[in-house]
């Protein structure tokens, strides 16, 4: 257990929809990260935010947004959902000091379906 | 081409063997992290290391800088073992993780 969490497990949905991805990060981290797994594109950096603030942004599309939140939770938002979105999505958490590359512990995933 | 590129993209193995799992990489970085992928989908950090060697366990994992070149090795392999393991770097200043499209390794008892 990485103390990690995200929620939902998994989530199934149709195009046009919109959904939420939620992940804690483990105790005393301050950086959250965001990934997308799919089976054409494998792991692909999405989006990091540090204490609140967004710190780096990859591969991300203008139809996904993400946010921490003061008590450091984080929550990935997808709209207008495509068969394409389909993904195992992850979220990572480490303690994020600047300057300093820190390993990274990885959520459980929450697998999106859209349908 | 790929910024991180592993070998091989799979390998089946008996149990007790040795394996070897190769990485490059083709930019500068501040550390490599290999991690481990198990058939549920869970991602567990195995090692991060900016140079020289590590050992866990029956795990090793080793960088030459230089070479920008990275090994993961098992001793005494067993089918537990068995999972995708990927390489990914952290570039120069940036945490964000570059990813290798994964080495899926199957030990066979």
């Known amino acids: 257990d990485s103390g990690v969490t995200q929620t939902p497990k998994h989530l199934i949905t149709a195009t046009g929809q919109r959904v939420t991805l939620r992940c804690s990060p483990r105790?005393?981290?301050?950086?959250v990260y965001w990934y997308q797994q799919s089976l054409d594109q494998g792991l692909q950096f999405l989006i990091q935010?540090?204490?609140?603030?967004?710190?780096a942004k990859g591969n991300i599309l203008e139809r996904f947004s993400a946010q921490q939140f003061p008590d450091l939770h984080s929550e990935l938002n997808l709209s207008s959902l495509e068969l394409g979105d389909s993904a195992l999505y992850f979220c990572?958490?480490?303690?994020?000091?600047?300057?300093?590359?820190?390993?990274?512990?990885f959520g459980p995933g929450t697998r999106l379906t859209v349908l | 081409k790929n910024e991180v590129e592993q070998s091989p993209q799979n390998l089946t193995a008996q149990e007790g063997e040795f394996i070897t799992i190769n990485c490059s990489y083709s930019?500068?970085?501040?550390?490599l992290h290999w991690l481990q992928q198990h058939p549920g989908g869970g991602i567990v950090s195995l090692f991060m290391?900016?140079?020289g060697k590590k050992k866990h366990g029956r795990l090793i994992a080793t960088i030459n800088i230089q070479e920008k070149h990275s090994s993961l090795h098992i001793t005494a392999s067993h089918p537990r073992d068995s999972a995708v393991y990927i390489c990914?770097?952290?570039?120069?200043?940036?945490?964000?993780?570059?990813f290798g499209k994964g080495t899926k390794l199957t030990v066979n008892p």
């Open positions: 990572a958490s480490s303690f994020g000091l600047a300057g300093v590359v820190g390993e990274q512990f």
């Open positions: 105790s005393g981290d301050l950086s």
């Open positions: 935010y540090y204490n609140g603030e967004e710190r």
């Open positions: 930019v500068g970085i501040s550390a």
């Open positions: 290391l900016s140079s």
């Open positions: 990914a770097v952290s570039q120069g200043g940036s945490e964000k993780l570059v």
